[in-house]
């Protein structure tokens, strides 16, 4: 059974750097089927997708955060991170990690994580 | 990027009602229109994926529709468990995007 589990700050102060990390189990990151995202959802529900990495270490950003974002394998190698810049209290959302194929949706989620961005 | 547009926002049924839910693209996207089921307090689930494709576990009451821009979901005999709030999702390009949702409520 495929598992995703996100972690890292809860808080984070305005203009610094969210960090967060996925772990995937019961899959691998690099079989190369499928590529691995990060969504947010705001607290007035409106989900963003934020990115996807895919086994090949190609990366793709919604052009509304590109310069703020980067999205990479781990220092583990099933785990996938998020590094958001320069936060504001916009960016206050629970932070999903997700898998999936582009004809097929995402089929897996992790549990989600909130972030606050307040000083 | 392409919008989605869902319709209704928000509805309230009996259980063992037919219910529909629509989600427009702004732009063609083929069969690249995939269902989800968000319960509160949980992550998305995947319900229908490529338009009209169960995913695998998903009751089959659950059916899609459509193609191009024009989008259905349908939830034949509704369940109480069937309540929370139902998402379209496109992955045809880059950046996906979401519809804002339609919080199906049970009377």
């Known amino acids: 059974q495929v598992q995703l589990q996100e972690s890292g700050p809860g808080l984070v102060k305005p203009s610094q750097t969210l960090a967060l990390t996925c772990t995937v189990s019961?899959?691998?990151?690099?079989?190369?089927?499928?590529?691995w995202t990060w969504i947010r959802q705001y607290p007035g529900k409106g989900l963003e997708w934020i990115g996807y990495?895919?086994?090949?270490?190609?990366?793709f950003y919604n052009p509304s955060l590109k310069s703020r974002v980067t999205i990479s394998v781990g220092t583990s190698n099933n785990q996938i991170s998020l590094n958001l810049g320069s936060v504001t209290a916009a960016d206050t959302a629970v932070y999903y990690c997700?898998?999936?194929?582009?004809?097929?949706?995402?089929?897996?989620w992790g549990q989600g994580t909130t972030v606050t961005v307040s000083s | 990027d392409i919008q989605m547009t869902q319709s209704p926002s928000s509805l309230s049924a009996s259980v063992g009602d037919s219910v529909t839910i629509s989600c427009r693209a702004s732009?063609?996207?083929?069969?690249?229109l995939n269902w989800y089921q968000q319960e509160p307090g949980k992550a998305p689930k995947l319900l229908i994926y490529?338009?009209?494709h169960l995913q695998r576990g998903v009751p089959s009451r659950f059916s899609g529709s459509g193609s191009g821009t024009d989008f259905t979901l349908t939830i034949g005999s509704l369940q109480p468990e069937d309540l929370g709030t139902y998402y379209c999702?496109?992955?045809?390009?880059?950046?996906?995007?979401f519809g804002q949702g339609t919080r199906l409520e049970i009377k």
């Open positions: 019961g899959d691998s990151i690099s079989s190369g089927t499928y590529y």
């Open positions: 490529a338009a009209s």
């Open positions: 999702h496109q992955s045809y390009t880059t950046p996906a995007t």
């Open positions: 990495i895919y086994y090949s270490g190609n990366t």
């Open positions: 997700a898998r999936g194929i582009r004809l097929y949706g995402i089929d897996v």
């Open positions: 732009q063609s996207i083929g069969s690249y």
